[in-house]
């Protein structure tokens, strides 16, 4: 008889060891589904044929693994992923390979499901819930939990309309193969610099090694135009691409652009999915068959057999770090996913984070740059407006100086952009009679008015309810008022200042998914916009010719705070922003609302001199040690019991290993001291460069014991300070 360790779906265990009943076969990777006391489970078997030690429980009292799931067994190299991702970021193997067994159907259902889609009966008898939900159905098809979820109405309520013959079962088949792309369909004429860039991408596909590449381009110089024939000879070479993006309202405006280079579109992977879509990805992307993914980070732990080529677009990008669960940062991930692939690994960006810098200062990566925009198009010029000096009117946002270049802007029939990164009217509301402050009760944060729908919402746990017309406290009545813009209250202002524009709201509230994102873009590209106010979501990737005007109405808002990136994001956030104007034949104009124009970042905006500005940046991470010259972990203790949490935190901080090679700071309440209702408690550790800080970490941590009311969380290279 053989037994197996077998890797279960449980983050509370590591591997187990199973029994394999005669007549059945695994092999390192195979999924399976083991017993787990009165449960089964699916798993992943990490070692078959395996001997045991002495000590270990003899074969009789195994439990034999019940079933082997017909799928490819998950490959080597995603295996090695997986143990490095769940050993560098502290946190169970099993969470980290329930990112590639992202939906157990995959494996373990039947190749077809059953979906439900309205069929234009209309029932005689018409109820407001039925109404309401064949409204909202429309001619979507899904699950009857997924149209139910739709329809904002009960499961109940969607089967009896499939009862009466207004809504039909359809089946759907999960193994339909997807189009493959074709890699000469519509290639383009190449400039001199792209095409010399191309060839090494090529060539370095072709060679099938492990390679990063830093693709360092201005914004507009055809980064993704180059890197699609990266993908063009990983296709020509049978091998799988990923791409990843940094938000998902991006892949659509993606699938549309890849489908004109190369024939169709690509799989998309991102948590819009409806089940049968996810499945049906899921196996083509596990036997090899989808061979370009593009999607977002949770995409990177997929098992793709035969990968070629890894694309992280945009990858200075914040989101690319996970900030809940497995905290990893899917940048760097991907570039260890590259090289147990034996892969090339290119990461785009007009605006390179500096860790991702360093690496090619210390010869891990290989930059290719692209240093101009493609064609006619110039890079757009900078100015600054100092608030202090010209200042908006009373009540108002935008300055004089911005407030023209957009009355300009609108005559020569261009659009424009205002850039704010905040959502909804105003930060805060606070009673002017008795100066009560709405905050959120569960975190430590006020609550954001979002004024189109009349409520305040907390950003951070959703807490929500209808603005009030009387402060709770006081009971005063209309004594209610907004402090601080917010892109609703931009567009309010935009709509005074010029009542014939058409104007467009673009953030998570508006763009919510790839449909919305869509329609956005074919109104912008219509010309049926003439002014955007938008959050970080307008400042990526789009691609808008006769978008010649942009303003950042609040400049200073990212140094906020100051952990320490806040200047360089706020460098590449507006960099970005910029990069949105004047994309075409006309000249883009950028203007920077700041109360601050001499500090370092927005004279290296205007001067354009970028060089400067992180040579500045570098050196004082060096001084203080910081990341990429020497590296963070944070502890986060959390409780909704306050008490319990601060002991644990103390417990923590007491017994910290005394060494040379780093220090702990803490524990301190966290700057969100409350967050989703638990109490927050913050250690950071600070080490050098070369130190083990995980293993010492999870030495550390392992020899203590804590309530179960309190979750500890360890943060690696941490993005996020609060
Ligand atoms: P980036 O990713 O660097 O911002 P893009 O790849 O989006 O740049 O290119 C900017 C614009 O220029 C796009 O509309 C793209 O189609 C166009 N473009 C870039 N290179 C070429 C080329 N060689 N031929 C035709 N169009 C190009
Ligand atoms: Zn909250």
């Known amino acids: ?68 799931a017909d799928a490819p067994p998950i490959p080597e190299p995603v295996r090695r992923l997986i143990e490095w991702t769940a050993n560098y ?87 339909s193969p997807f189009p493959l792309p074709d890699p000469h369909f519509g290639p383009p004429d190449l400039s001199a610099d792209q095409a010399d860039v191309a060839s090494i991408l090529r060539q370095s596909v072709g060679a099938g090694a492990f390679q990063p590449f830093l693709l360092d381009g201005v914004t507009g110089s055809g980064k993704t135009e180059v890197y699609f024939e990266a993908v063009a000879a990983a296709l020509a070479a049978g091998k799988q691409t990923l791409v990843l993006l940094p938000e998902i309202a991006l892949t659509e405006p993606f699938l549309t652009r890849f489908a004109q280079r190369f024939g169709c579109e690509p799989i998309a992977w991102h948590s819009g999915l409806r089940t049968s879509q996810r499945r049906r990805a899921w196996r083509a992307i596990a036997r090899g068959e989808a061979m370009v993914t593009v999607g977002a980070r949770s995409a990177l732990f997929l098992p793709y057999p035969k990968l070629g080529l890894i694309v992280v677009d945009e990858a200075h990008e914040t989101s690319f770090k996970q900030e809940e669960g497995v905290h990893y940062h899917a940048r760097d991930v991907a570039v260890m996913r590259g090289k147990f692939e034996q892969c090339t690994v290119v990461l785009a960006s007009a605006t390179p984070a500096i860790e991702t810098r360093h690496q090619v200062e210390l010869g891990r990566y290989e930059e290719l740059k692209l240093p101009g925009r493609f064609g006619a198009a110039e890079m757009p010029d900078i100015e600054a407006i100092d608030l202090i000096a010209e200042p908006p009117e009373r009540g108002r946002w935008l300055a004089p100086r911005l407030v023209l270049a957009i009355d300009a802007a609108l005559e020569r029939k261009e659009q424009s952009l205002l850039f704010l990164n905040r959502r909804g009217y105003a930060p805060l509301t606070l009673c002017r009679h008795c100066g009560h402050r709405f905050q959120c009760p569960n975190c430590t944060a006020w609550m954001v008015e979002h004024r189109l729908i009349r409520r305040l919402s907390c950003h951070h746990c959703g807490h929500t309810y209808p603005t009030p017309e009387i402060c709770p406290e006081c009971e005063e009545e209309d004594s209610l008022v907004a402090c601080g813009p917010g892109v609703e209250r931009i567009a309010d202002e935009v709509a005074a200042l010029w009542p014939d524009a058409r104007t467009a709201i673009v953030t998570s509230d508006t763009l919510w998914s790839p449909a919305k994102a869509a329609e956005f873009v074919q109104r912008m590209e219509h010309h ?53 104007a004047g994309r075409g034949v006309k000249p883009g104009h950028v203007y920077i609302q700041t109360h601050a124009p001499d500090a370092q970042v927005m004279q290296a905006l205007v001067s354009g001199d970028s060089a400067a500005f992180y040579a500045a940046e570098t050196e004082a991470r060096r001084e203080a040690g910081a990341p990429p010259y020497g590296r963070y972990a944070a502890i986060i203790v959390s409780s909704e019991d306050k008490a319990a949490a601060e002991e644990t935190a103390r417990l ?50 392992g020899a203590l014991e804590w309530s179960a009311k309190v979750r500890v969380a360890v943060d690696v290279d941490p993005y996020s300070f609060l």
């Open 1 to 68: 008889m053989s037994r197996a360790r077998v890797l279960v779906m449980n983050s509370a265990l590591g591997p187990l060891d199973y029994r394999v009943p005669a007549g059945m076969q695994v092999e390192p990777g195979s999924i399976v589904v083991a017993p787990l006391g009165p449960r089964q489970l699916a798993g992943v078997v990490w070692e078959a044929d395996r001997m045991p030690s002495d000590a270990e429980v003899g074969d009789n009292r195994l439990r034999n693994l019940i079933a082997v």
């Open 652 to 701: 923590i901080g007491r017994t910290a290993p005394r060494v040379d090679e780093m220090h702990v700071y803490g524990p301190a309440p966290a700057p969100m001291a409350m967050l989703r209702g638990r109490h927050r408690f913050r250690l950071l550790v600070h080490a050098r460069r070369a130190f083990d800080v995980q293993d010492m970490i999870r030495e550390w941590l």
């Open 528 to 580: 049926d916009i003439d002014i955007v106010v938008g959050t970080q979501l307008v400042t990526k990737g789009y691609h808008f010719p006769n978008l010649t005007v942009v303003g950042v109405v609040d400049a200073d808002l990212g140094l906020d705070g100051g952990d320490l990136r806040a200047a360089e994001r706020t460098f590449q956030q507006i960099m970005q922003v910029s990069g949105r």
């Open 89 to 175: 970021y502290l946190s169970p193997p099993a969470a980290v390979l329930a990112m590639t067994l992202r939906t157990s159907a995959a494996f373990e259902g039947a190749p077809t499901i059953v979906e439900y889609r309205a069929t234009g009966l209309v029932p005689d008898r018409l109820t407001p819930q039925r109404a309401q939900a064949l409204e909202r159905i429309g001619d979507r098809q899904g699950l009857v939990r997924e149209l139910a979820t739709v329809a904002d109405v009960s499961e109940g309520v969607i089967r009896g309309l499939c009862k009466i013959g207004a809504i039909e079962a359809v089946t759907v088949d999960t193994d």
